[in-house]
């Protein structure tokens, strides 16, 4: 159970990680992608968000690389939240797949 704290800081993090995405995908053509959770530690030191990409056939390697570059998008976000928070949290990236997960079992029901 999230304190309400969490949950402010969460959808904090989530929309502004949306707005740094959306720059820099335009920089590539044909990839969406968007954010769909971050959970926030209790201590608001690490958070873990969640990236839905589209096409999913890129998902891993997207996420591979903006872990890899997680640095530069820290510091993004830290010139955005610098006034709203005291420490920025550490940032991890996983890919949420619970679309093509939803889309499988459509799939599946309708083969029956």
């Known amino acids: 159970m999230d304190t309400n704290r969490q949950q402010k800081v969460n959808r904090l993090i989530q929309k502004e990680l949306s707005e740094i995405f959306l720059l820099d995908a335009k920089k590539m053509p044909g990839v969406l992608i968007s954010v769909t959770n971050v959970r ?12 839905s990409i589209f096409p999913s ?45 939803i889309e499988n079992i459509d799939r599946l029901l309708k083969d029956q």
């Open 40 to 51: 926030v530690s209790p201590d608001l030191g690490i958070a873990h968000a969640y990236l």
């Open 57 to 101: 056939e890129k998902a891993n390697e997207l996420v591979k690389n903006i872990n890899e570059n997680v640095k530069t998008v820290r510091y993004d976000l830290g010139k955005r939240l610098r006034t709203q928070l005291r420490v920025i949290p550490e940032l991890t990236f996983h890919v949420d797949d619970s679309l093509d997960y």
